[in-house]
């Protein structure tokens, strides 16, 4: 009897079409072929970059003095900065989201950073459901948005492009989109990984997290939300289905929440988003599956900052004292190839230094820059390959 090996299962996912805000054209990107053997994946994150600031989220819901939503393992929304600092990651890949139609800056949605510039929210945020009609034709991506943080400190981009399912049907789990935007402000806040994990099990009674932006109540809520605070919730979610995650009797969704990554926080590996806030019954979330996930990730593999960086893999950067108050240390695991730059960044995105790489061993002075939180970038001459954030005091 002749023998033939097993091939992969390879099959397309659907279509994904692009809206450009300022033409208004809409383009329809060629169907992705993915592996369908692949029970799970995710994407990239800057856990690594961000590890010497992480918010400490907790681990579990039992062990927690958060009021629970009724008849659930899910805690109800607590204001963010009561309990992290907005800096940390990931609470720093939060995203506000503002329709900014007629010079306006409305409250709109939720969303997070899933790269250096672009954002993961709902579809229906933007679009009328079921249709491929924009009902917000100008939207501005914020971060470090919060009553609490001085604007000065915020930082925000246009969004230039819209990305969503060809067809989508917001009953479907299909209410995803990502916004690219102008400016490259993942760079300063960091970001989130997408993900999914075909296996329903594997969600059941899982701690998931939320970053959100409630902006106004439901007759189910009573808190005065007005848009412009960050709320942190988290719990075990067990409304599972091919098409959505959630939480079985939970209705305290509240309006802004719309697009809010439900996430996973893996201490010491990643955050990995699963899907983004769609309705309020059993708050219901848009779940990646593997088709859909695949049709995403390839718009982010556009983005060269979110590539894999195989030459910069084995590299590590120590960055020493910190906080620092005259100057700072950079060593380096092995010097970096011809043509690598230093740069840092204050909050807002602004340039405030940059220097050729030509040593392993670095010395930067900083009597003239400002106090508060700075980034350091290292660029090889094509992408961001390293990135540390720091105290100046």
Known sequence: MLSYPVLNAQEFAKRIISYDFATGVFDTLDAVEFNADKSYDSTINTWDEKREQLADLPTNIYNDSLPLVESTLYSQPQVAADRFDLDNYPVSTAVKLFNASNGGRGDLCSGVMISNRHVLSSAHCVLEAYTANVSIPEVVATIFYDVSVNIERTYSSKVTKMYFVEGWNISYGEDIAIFELEENIGNISGWMAIGYNEDDNFFID??????????????????????????YSHGNIDFVNDNFLGVVGHIKGVGGESGSAIFDHIEGQKCIAYGVLTWLGNYSHSRFNIERYYAF?????????????????????????????????????????????????????????????????????????????????????????LTRPFIKY
């Open 206 to 231: 899982r701690h998931l997290h939320k970053l959100s932006y409630p902006a106004y109540n439901t007759p189910f809520n009573d808190y005065p939300f007005n848009g412009d605070t960050l709320f």
């Open 297 to 385: 990730t390839d718009i982010l593999k556009q983005d060269v900052s979110t590539a894999t960086r195989d030459a910069y893999s084995d590299i590590s950067m120590d960055l020493y004292p910190n906080p620092a108050t005259h100057e700072i240390y950079l060593e380096f695991s092995e010097k970096l190839r011809r043509g690598a730059k230093v740069n840092i960044y204050n909050v807002q995105g602004h340039l405030l230094y940059q220097a050729d790489l030509s040593t392993s061993e670095v010395r930067i002075d900083l009597q003239n820059m400002p106090k508060g939180t700075l980034f350091i970038h290292i660029n090889d001459g094509r992408q961001i390959v």
